[in-house]
């Protein structure tokens, strides 16, 4: 203990009141809730959902108040309401940061599944239970409230509005299928908490993202709960800085998972929910027909955000969005119907070279547009369409070739059993000991049997 107060660790000791009931076991559910110079709105809030907690889950849980670095009186009314509110505690930060804060008490907590929400109580705090019921289960691995369902209700402004639909936009452009990746309402199994936080760098706004991220790449299961959200009009979040730094932490960690610092396979391998096999994989002709009926329908996708895009900027910037819409779409069409590889490992890959490919199709068709102002200067859209499809078409021929002998060539050669099997490609990835320890334990299981 230091002369301020904290622990060695950079913490103030945890003031709480737990039953005797809920201290006889460990609870089902954790909720925290990171906080910051909250004095105003603190005590209500956690009486608010003190009530929801009680009334919706019995005894068998812990709410937490995770006060980062506060300057004003909300240190003090945490540790208030953690003495005089049972099953409430409240957790001190030497540091800022709303990430660290649930990093911290997560991977210290000894419930089932572990959760958060904003003080603000924007959410409709109904949402609780079909949050967490999933996870109790075990039918998912991860659970969001999303604001931008057709079944949610939301009352926030324009800007915001705009803003957050936008992010999410650009993050489905990456490859993350969840709707909202920032709604301050999150929970998740403890056991995928400890296996995927430890890789988990963003302590501020971007670690929802993160987290997101991570567990999708490593095929977890996530549980999607339409909420009812009021905006807070007196939030603290600077909606456009934060959303640039996101992008940044989006790079960052596309980064990391292609470099495999972030083991998304070894994940994969011992938490992954694993996709059905196909039946067959298809042959040279049928991979022909299927590439052919990608290609004519993303030709035609391409031509009609070809002439949409050419209204508003020049050409050749046209035709580049167009194609590169388009191709992260192809590849990811052949990649799964074309060629029958499933699972989340080696898509990151399989995308750079997919787009190395979609370079070499935009140098042909980006010549043809050069040949054909060079011939006629005064053509207008509908020639410039004309040579782009046909110039598209060859590029198509040359895309499979490509894509069937170097892309998707493990699928070909079945190699590469790690694209139906990603076990087996993580297995490298996961400690000799406890692979030794697995077998035994599965030799002493035949044994007993």
């Given at each position: 203990m230091t002369s301020d107060g904290t622990t060695a660790h950079g913490t103030r000791p945890v003031a709480s009141t737990v039953s005797a009931d809920a201290a006889g076991s460990a609870p089902l559910l954790e909720i925290v809730v990171p906080v910051f110079d909250e004095e105003r709105s603190l005590e209500q809030s956690i009486r608010t959902l003190h009530a929801a907690l009680r009334?919706?889950?019995?005894?068998?849980?812990?709410?937490?108040?995770?006060?980062?670095?506060?300057?004003?009186?909300?240190?003090?009314?945490?540790?208030?309401?953690?003495?005089e509110l049972e099953r409430v505690r409240a957790v001190h930060l030497a540091e800022k940061g709303r990430g660290r804060a649930l990093k911290q008490v997560w991977l210290a907590s000894e419930a089932e599944v572990v959760g958060y929400l904003d003080v603000d109580l924007s959410t409709d705090l109904a949402a609780l239970a079909p949050l967490v019921a999933p996870l109790l289960s075990r039918h998912s691995d991860l659970a969001i409230g999303t604001r931008l369902s057709a079944d949610a209700r939301v009352v926030r402004g324009a800007k915001r509005e705009i803003v957050s639909r936008g992010y999410n936009a650009l993050l489905r452009a990456t490859g993350l299928r969840a709707s909202d990746a920032q709604c301050g309402f999150k929970a998740m199994r403890s056991d995928v908490a400890r296996r995927i936080l430890p890789f988990v760098e963003d302590t501020g706004w971007f670690f929802d993202t993160e987290v997101l991220m991570i567990a999708e790449r490593s095929g977890l299961r996530i549980h999607e709960v339409p909420v009812d959200w009021v905006d807070d009009e007196d939030s603290k979040v600077d909606i456009v800085a934060t959303a640039l730094a996101d992008l940044r932490g989006v790079v960052r960690v596309l980064r990391g998972i292609g470099s495999r610092r972030i083991p998304v396979e070894a994940i994969y391998a011992e938490l992954g929910r694993r996709p059905f096999e196909p039946a067959h994989r298809p042959g040279f002709f049928g991979q022909v027909l299927r590439f052919g009926l990608i290609g004519g329908a993303s030709t035609v996708a391409y031509a009609v955000l070809y002439l949409l895009l050419q209204l508003a900027i020049a050409p050749q910037v046209a035709n580049f969005a167009a194609l590169l819409v388009t191709a992260v779409a192809n590849t990811w069409a052949n990649r799964r119907i074309?060629?029958?590889?499933?699972?989340?490992?080696?898509?990151?890959?399989?995308?750079?070279?997919?787009?190395?490919?979609?370079?070499?199709?935009?140098?042909?068709?980006?010549?043809?547009?050069?040949?054909?102002?060079?011939?006629?200067?005064?053509?207008?859209?509908?020639?410039?369409?004309?040579?782009?499809?046909?110039?598209?078409?060859?590029?198509?021929?040359?895309?499979?070739?490509?894509?069937?002998?170097?892309?998707?060539?493990?699928?070909?050669?079945?190699?590469?059993?790690?694209?139906?099997?990603?076990?087996?490609?993580?297995?490298?990835?996961?400690?000799?000991?406890?692979?030794?320890?697995?077998?035994?334990?599965?030799?002493?299981?035949?044994?007993?049997?």
């Open positions: 009334g919706q889950f019995g005894d068998r849980w812990l709410l937490t108040i995770a006060d980062n670095a506060s300057t004003d009186a909300t240190p003090a009314i945490a540790d208030a309401l953690a003495a074309t060629f029958g590889v499933r699972g989340r490992p080696g898509i990151v890959g399989d995308q750079l070279k997919g787009l190395l490919v979609f370079l070499l199709a935009w140098c042909l068709t980006s010549g043809s547009l050069l040949v054909l102002h060079a011939a006629r200067p005064e053509s207008g859209a509908v020639a410039e369409l004309v040579v782009l499809t046909v110039a598209n078409l060859v590029a198509t021929v040359l895309r499979f070739v490509l894509l069937r002998a170097w892309v998707f060539r493990r699928a070909r050669r079945g190699v590469a059993s790690a694209a139906l099997d990603p076990a087996a490609d993580a297995a490298t990835a996961i400690p000799t000991s406890r692979r030794a320890d697995d077998a035994d334990a599965a030799l002493q299981k035949e044994a007993a049997a």
